[in-house]
């Protein structure tokens, strides 16, 4: 057994972090340093408000200077319904703002909030008002609802609700009242957009004139609440889409020389969602700053930007090169709520880096709390009282004994470990990290191996966990090991068969036809001849071995089920591009097939709506349809200790009980280590927000 030690020496904050503790004027009010929590949706918003606030009361105690709100929708006349967002429509929504602002203050951050008007991106499904917009045209929503065209009665109106929802923000004690023009959302950028705006009066045809409702706005909001609240606007300075859209160089550029002092703060982004929130897998660290980079030259008032900045030297040339006053974060807020004290304290190996897996946009598309791949207490901070840095103590001077270091069995020891228990942690491989340790060197994948990095260097500093690689342990070795616990984190593995979504029994296979599966490439196993790779998990792994195996020189076909390749990275922003590149990597696409027959030198399709068969040069197959847990192990032990009351307790945590995300996995360890020795409860786990009956 091979130990790893290291030791731990506390220190305090370097000084050339000092600048990001410099205070920051914003109008009327100041921010205690340049860390500004950006707006961000949670899935919370105004159905699961006391979640909402703790969760950014949380970021505040973490040391953000500024904490946002999500998008919050000013009149029922544009809601989104079902995603949950903030609420904003009356008076009776200001409690639950005052509530988010109270939190904030609490720790001496500044609280802002970004109402905004979507027009042409709603479908008011809830209120089932008509929606307007700059022109008329069908909702963004695939859907068969058409937004009317907004008259100048309309455009008054509009302007009334921005000013009624500020002067409602101002009563709830928000420091920061945006403006929003970003992301395609707004009606704001609708207007500046030549894409949707094709009216003929004051409204449309010059930028002057489609900038108009952008500039009365501010105007409007400043007159309203100017003298107490500082007034803030985020635009999209770019589409990425050329001259079809507004770009840094053209119109983009114009409307921030056009309106630059007219905001108190200017956060610049690009648009729309899933060009700003590009996935680890699609772009680095800091890939808007060149687009972003000209505004704080045509403006004297500070500037903010995002770019999934969460390293605090790339933070400081950020401001030291006039890049940015303030930075701005939303995902790295999102997976270590705490990354300005750590900054403050001196403690860089304690961040928690977003890795940019956008599991945390899947929740709000599914209209669920978010959650986070790196910090399992996201969400639940509320609801479950789990604070990002705090656990309670161990609850009895007792050991653990942890099989598999991979996310799962990572986060169990590392909380584990946090909380004074004795923890062993075994793996059989030469490396900490499971499956991260081989996804993590597929392409595009590397910064996801930041889960190992935080858990390996958190645990290596605790001198009550100990770590054992090289470690294959069999069911009696763990019985005879004497710990008071055992927690099976052994993983799963990908099958052979097809069996999953589609396919209810195997692939009929020829003994002689070469079938790989995920795990067997990812150990380095060769493919050879035409590849076709059967997609019916829908995730990143077909799609990404499809590019490794392209990128290889292989002829390689990806056919799925599903209509179109890795169907639900929708909900990460990046099934677009994800298809894209294949395509453009000459990797060829079946969609709505599934796989009848496997052969040494091809394979026979389904069609899955005439149920027509055609065969596809094959030789190689790789099944990525669905992985079973790796739970012999479990199973052995559980046979032996059956029946005695002398023994350990055993649990499995991870994909040992059932293979998910990885999210699932870190989730699953941290919650075994939250719930050891606390007494179980077989009702509902965590505390619920219920609907109020009204009094009629
Ligand atoms: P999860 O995602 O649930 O954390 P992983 O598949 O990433 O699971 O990790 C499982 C880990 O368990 C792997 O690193 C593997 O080497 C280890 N493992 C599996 N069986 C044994 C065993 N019998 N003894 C020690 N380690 C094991
Ligand atoms: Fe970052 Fe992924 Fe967490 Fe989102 S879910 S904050 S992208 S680590």
Not at 209 to 238: H, M, P, W
Not at 583 to 597: D, E, L, R, T, Y
Not at 617 to 631: G, H, I, Q
């Amino acid at each position: 057994m091979t130990r790893v030690e290291t030791d731990f020496v506390p220190s305090k904050r370097d000084p050339r972090y000092d600048i990001l503790f410099e205070p920051v004027q914003i109008g009327p009010v100041a921010t205690k340093n340049r860390f500004y929590q950006v707006p961000h949706c949670n899935g919370m918003g105004h159905q699961f408000p006391s979640s909402m606030a703790e969760m950014r009361g949380i970021k505040a105690e973490g040391g953000w200077g500024v904490v946002c709100t999500e998008q919050v929708e000013i009149h029922h006349s544009s809601e989104l319904t079902p995603v949950i967002e903030g609420r904003f429509w009356d008076d009776r929504d200001i409690p639950v703002m005052a509530k988010m602002c109270d939190k904030i203050h609490a720790h001496g951050g500044l609280a802002g909030i970004e109402p905004c008007y979507d027009g042409l991106h709603t479908a008011n499904r809830y209120s089932r008002e008509i929606p307007m917009t700059v022109s008329a045209r069908p909702v963004s929503y695939r859907e068969p609802i058409q937004a009317r065209a907004m008259d100048l009665q309309d455009i008054r109106d509009v302007r009334r609700y921005h000013v009624e929802a500020a002067i409602r923000a101002k009563k709830a004690g928000f420091d920061i009242i945006y403006v929003y023009a970003g992301h395609d959302l707004s009606v704001i950028s609708h207007f500046l957009s030549r894409r949707y705006n094709d009216r003929s009066d004051a409204y449309g045809g010059s930028l002057e004139n489609r900038v108009r409702l952008y500039r009365e706005i501010l105007s409007d909001v400043k007159d309203a609440v100017g003298d107490r609240c500082a007034i803030a606007t985020r635009f999209a300075v770019d589409e990425l889409m050329g001259s079809a859209g507004l770009t840094s160089e053209g119109e983009g550029r114009d409307v921030v020389e056009m309106l630059a002092e007219y905001p108190d703060l200017w956060d610049v982004n690009v648009s729309d969602w899933d060009n700003d929130s590009m996935t680890s897998r699609f772009a680095q660290s800091g890939f808007q700053d060149s687009y972003v980079s000209f505004v704080k030259k045509v403006t004297s008032k500070p500037v903010v930007g995002v770019g999934r900045y969460t390293s605090p030297d790339a933070m400081v040339s950020l401001i030291k090169s006039g890049a940015l006053d303030l930075i701005g974060a939303a995902r790295p807020s999102i997976a270590d709520p705490f990354l300005p004290k750590k900054v403050e304290e001196g403690r860089l190996e304690d961040i928690r880096e977003c890795i940019g897996c956008n599991i945390c946009v899947s929740a709000d598309f599914h209209s669920v709390p978010l959650r986070c791949t790196q910090n399992p207490t996201m969400g639940e901070e509320w609801r479950k009282g789990w604070h990002p840095e705090r656990i309670a103590k161990a609850h009895a001077e007792e050991s653990v004994l942890i099989v598999g270091g991979g996310p799962s069995g990572l986060e169990a020891a590392r909380a584990l470990g946090q909380r004074g228990y004795h923890v062993t942690l075994a793996d059989a491989a030469s490396e900490l990290g499971g499956r991260l340790n081989r996804e993590g060197r597929l392409p595009g994948l590397g910064e996801w191996r930041r889960v190992i990095d935080y858990r390996k260097y958190q645990i290596s500093q605790m001198a009550n966990v100990d770590t054992y690689l090289e470690s294959t342990l069999s069911a009696d070795q763990l019985l005879e090991f004497g710990a008071d616990h055992i927690v099976i984190a052994t993983g799963a593995k990908w099958v052979s068969t097809g069996v999953g979504r589609a396919l209810y029994a195997p692939i009929e296979t020829d003994a002689n036809a070469h079938v790989l599966t995920p795990d067997q490439l990812m150990d380095g196993a060769e493919a050879s001849g035409p590849v076709v790779i059967y997609d019916d998990e829908h995730y990143y792994m077909g799609s990404v071995l499809a590019e490794k195996l392209r990128a290889e020189g292989h002829a390689v076909t990806l056919v799925t089920p599903a209509a179109d390749v890795s169907t639900w990275t929708h909900n990460t922003l990046e099934q677009h591009r994800i298809q894209s590149r294949l395509m453009k990597m000459g990797v060829q696409i079946v969609p709505n097939h599934s796989v009848a027959a496997c052969r040494k030198d091809h394979v026979s399709l389904t069609c899955g709506y005439t149920g027509q068969t055609y065969t596809l040069a094959c030789e190689t197959f790789v099944p990525v349809t669905m992985r079973l847990p790796d739970e012999a192990l479990y199973l052995q032990a559980a046979d032996i200790i059956a029946g005695r009351s002398d023994v350990p307790s055993l649990r499995k945590i991870g994909d040992c009980i059932a293979p998910g995300t990885i999210a699932a996995a870190v989730y699953s360890g941290h919650r075994y280590a939250r719930e050891l020795g606390e007494p179980a409860s077989d009702g509902v786990p965590f505390r619920r927000e219920l609907p109020a009956l009204s009094a009629d």
